[in-house]
Structures are given as C-alpha cells and as structure tokens.
C-alpha cells in the first residue's frame, strides 16, 4: 500500500451518531510536526438533520433481516454520498486528500463478534469522486477488541491538555492516561461510562419534544429512588474496562425499566439524568480538568448534578468543538490509516495489538477532484 506522509492534510470529517441528530461534515486542515505534533483548524462545518423517514428506519434498522439491512446499507450510501457531495459543492471545496467517514452504526455486539456501519460501502468513492477511507471498526472487532471506542487515539494527539475528555452523544464515553510505574508511562484508558442522548431524547419523544432543552423537564421532575437504584445496579456498571455499549443493551437493560416504573415522563426524566450524574462523577479525580463535548454538553441540568457530586472543572468548548469533534477525530483517524500509523489502542478496545483500521476506497473514474 502506497503510505501518503505529508505535513498538511485537507480532508472531511463526516459523522452519524446514535443519539440521531443528523450527519456531521466537517472540512478539516490538519498540520503535523516533525517531532508527531498535530493541529487542526476546522474550515467549515454543518450538521444534516435526519428527515423523518430516515430517522424512523435507523431506528427500526436494529430488527431488519440480513437482505433488508444490504438493501438499507445500498440506499444509505447513495444517501450519504449525496450529503457530501452536496456539502463539497456547496461550501466549494477542492482538493481534499480523503473523505473520512464512520457511517451509522446500526449493530454493534462485540461480544457476538458483530458490528455493521452502514454506508461504507465501496461504490461511495466514485459516487463522491473522492478518496474514501471509512470502516474503522471492523478489524477490531477482528482482533478480539470491542471495535470501540475509536476516538481516544485523537483525544490523546489533538487535546492533551486536559485530564479527562467526555463525550456526551448518545451513550457517555471517557478518555484519559493511565499513569504506570510511578508515572514514567502512560496508557490511554477509554470506554463508555453509560447511555446519555439515547435515553434521553427516547423520554423527551413522549413528552412532544425531539430533546429535553437544557434537561428543563428533568430539572422539573422528582427522584424515585427505586428506579435510581435499580439503574445503579446494572451488572455493566460493575464491569471492568475495556467495555462498550450499544443499544441493543439499552433495549435489554434500561428501556425495560422505564416501562415498569409507573412515575412520570419528567420525574423518569430526572431521574435517570441523577443516575447517569453519578456513574460519570464516580469516574473523575477530584479537581480533574475535563473537556466535555457531545449534545449533552449543552444539557445544563446535567452538568449541574455531575458537578454536584464532586469538585471538578468542566471546560465546555466553543459550539464547534462540541458539535463536530468526533467528525474531527474521525478524519484524523483517517490520516492516520492513510500514513499507515495506528489509529486504534489497545489499550482502550481490548484489541490484541495496536493497529491502523479501515479501508480505503478509490473512485472507479476520478475526473478533476471537487
């Protein structure tokens, strides 16, 4: 494989959550040093909302058989390809090294050995015209890790200077260094901590709302201590990292829960923002610094409860940041796979080694790069 090194790399970013919210893109200027030292600067961006149908069928997609899950992932990529495309002509982008794209993970059971990003599929580089590396995944998965969480390598090389960097998208994941023999070395510790936006924006739906602004219906609402506890005794929460989540646990674990508890939306609302609160502020060192990004950055009855139970800094970045680090981190793991460096840790999947993951995908008939 021909190993593109370069000092600057002008690439896309391009993002699907599970919390649903729509595709990030982002156009991205990344500068390397000589000593590895990287910067980035974040040109343009925009997020793509979901239209009502597309929204509905993700959401449906965990159910669908083998052949209607290969007729989605046609129809997705086709989707896909025309939000970039549309985002590169729109925002006149030319000359970009490589579109770096997660997809939209619709299974994700690593113990089964099972994850699927949709949208990956190789005829998207001549549908772009673009250079695609994508799938980042799979082949760890295939080397025994749970094929997440992918964006720490890209906490430790773009934001080093916090203790802590927290996600909170649909499901809360922490990254950090691990301090080894009396702090001559490090590892980067990474895993999700518990279910955020997914559960969230599933109450908020019943009460009419796409989410809970500010978490003001959870501000509103009262403990029950039942469901508090029965969420706090979840055997995931007693599991040793490496460790991951996906919805299909929250179907099985949590939403089962909420449908027995006989207590309002809001006061389920409540009570449930105090327990994610409290699995996250169990996981920081008093007078930690922590970078938060994820829609649930903006959540400010959230960060309230997680500030109450410890002292602790939380840095909410500018908007930006929040809304599109992982598009961010997601190119970056791509420029990584394009210079053949490891871009997975496994130190933080689990993974048998550490290893450069994805693939790359050439447009059939590349004309003059758009």
């Not at 997020?47 to 159910?63: D, E, N």
């Not at 939000?83 to 006149?92: D, G, H, L, W, Y």
């Not at 809360?172 to 559960?199: G, L, Q, T, W």
Request: net charge positive; with cysteine.
């Amino acid at each position: 494989m021909s190993v593109l090194k370069k000092i600057t790399y002008h690439v896309l970013g391009v993002m699907s959550g599970t919390s649903l919210d729509g595709i990030d893109v982002a156009e991205i200027i990344f500068n390397v040093s000589e000593n590895g030292t990287w910067d980035y600067k974040i040109i343009s961006s925009e997020t793509v909302s979901y239209a009502k149908g597309w929204k509905y069928k993700l959401q449906k997609a965990i159910s669908f058989s083998e052949q209607k899950l290969i007729a989605l992932n046609s129809e997705y990529t086709l989707y896909l390809a025309k939000v970039i495309s549309e985002f590169i002509s729109r925002k006149k982008i030319f000359n970009i090294d490589a579109v770096c794209s997660h997809g939209h993970t619709i299974l994700h059971e690593p113990q089964k050995g099972i994850t699927l990003q949709i949208g990956n599929l190789f005829e998207i580089a001549s549908l772009i015209n673009q250079k695609v590396v994508c799938d980042f995944r799979v082949q760890d998965i295939d080397l025994g890790g749970n094929g997440a969480p992918l964006v720490p390598i890209g906490d430790r090389l773009l934001f080093s200077e916090f203790d802590y960097c927290l996600n909170l998208g649909g499901f809360a994941n922490i990254s950090f260094e691990e301090k080894r023999n009396n702090n001559k070395d490090s590892k980067r510790v990474a895993y999700d901590v518990c279910p955020v936006n997914i559960v969230l924006n599933y109450l908020a739906e019943q009460l009419g709302f796409l989410f809970d602004e500010s978490g003001n219906s959870a501000r509103g609402g009262k403990l029950s201590m039942k469901l508090f506890q029965q969420l706090n005794d979840l055997p995931f929460y007693k599991m040793i990292p490496p460790k991951s989540l996906g919805l299909e646990w929250v179907k099985k674990e949590v939403f089962p829960l909420l449908r027995a508890s006989t207590i309002s939306i809001e006061d389920q609302l409540h009570t449930i923002t105090e327990h994610f609160a409290f699995q996250l502020s169990s996981i920081f060192k008093k007078d930690s610094t922590i970078l938060v990004t994820g829609g649930g950055a903006y959540n400010s009855y959230l960060i309230e409860r997680i500030k109450n139970y410890k002292k602790i800094n939380l840095i909410i970045p500018p908007a930006e940041l929040i809304e599109f680090k992982e598009a961010l981190i997601f190119a970056l793991l791509g420029i990584l796979k394009l210079r053949n460096e490891n871009n997975c840790l496994k130190s933080v999947t689990g993974a048998k080694k550490d290893h450069s993951s994805g693939v790359i995908f050439f447009p059939k008939n590349p004309l003059e790069k758009g």
